[in-house]
């Protein structure tokens, strides 16, 4: 059974770093792209960054390349994404994907971790 579980999100102050991870199961971790995604309230969901399946390359959304660091632990099937000096417009459900069409690997959605960016 596949899963993608997100933790690490939270109750957060402005300027503030965070990292959330994913935990990844039922599926060859290591051989699969990993994205991070957002959806913040009333909007839809916007792609962070991505990984490449042995984590030697990433790619970023163009609002999100100061910021945000994506990287991976295939030896832990994890996948982390840090966020550096928290803003409230951070404020978003994040969620892991696993694969997708332009990998050609099935593709595997987390349930998400709320961030919540707040003084």
């Known amino acids: 059974q596949v899963q993608l579980v997100e933790s690490g999100g939270g109750l957060e102050q402005p300027g503030w770093s965070l990292t959330v991870s994913c935990a990844a199961s039922?599926?060859?971790?290591?051989?699969?792209?990993m994205s991070w995604y957002r959806q913040a309230p009333g909007k839809e969901r916007e792609l962070v960054a991505s990984?490449?399946?042995?984590?030697?390359?990433?790619s970023y959304a163009d609002s999100m390349k100061d910021r945000f660091t994506i990287y991976r632990d295939n030896g832990k099937n994890t996948v982390y994404l840090q966020i550096n000096t928290l803003k409230p417009e951070d404020t978003a459900v994040y969620y892991c994907?696993?694969?997708?069409?332009?990998?050609?690997?099935?593709?595997?959605w987390g349930q998400g971790t709320q961030v919540t960016v707040t003084s």
């Open positions: 039922g599926f060859p971790f290591s051989r699969y792209a």
């Open positions: 994907k696993a694969g997708g069409p332009s990998s050609g690997d099935p593709e595997y």
């Open positions: 990984i490449t399946s042995n984590g030697q390359s990433t």
